[in-house]
């Protein structure tokens, strides 16, 4: 299952986005995921919380399909 490799990268960029940023804690990560990417959206978010800690422990993923291939980070949200 490449959705548990695909959380943890995700995972890492989370955590350098809120260094960059300051922030201590993240609440919540938005990520867009296309129908067309291959990555089946529920095993992804079961991946992400299964594997989320340090400053993304209690974050939330907010995963939006889109058209096409598209597989990115949105956005973050913290403190």
């Known amino acids: 299952m490449h959705e ?3 959380a943890q990268a995700l995972l ?3 955590t350098a986005a809120a260094s960059r940023h300051g ?7 938005g990520i867009c995921v296309g129908h067309n990417s291959g990555v ?12 989320r ?6 974050a ?3 995963l939006r399909t889109t058209e096409g ?11």
Do not use: P, Y
């Open 12 to 14: 890492t960029e989370v």
């Open 23 to 29: 922030l201590k804690n993240v609440s919540a990560v």
């Open 60 to 62: 939330v993923l907010d």
């Open 4 to 6: 548990v490799a695909i």
């Open 40 to 51: 089946a959206a529920e095993a992804l978010m079961q991946a992400f919380e299964i594997l």
């Open 69 to 79: 291939a598209d597989l990115r980070m949105e956005w973050l949200e913290g403190e």
């Open 53 to 58: 800690e340090g400053c993304a422990g209690g």
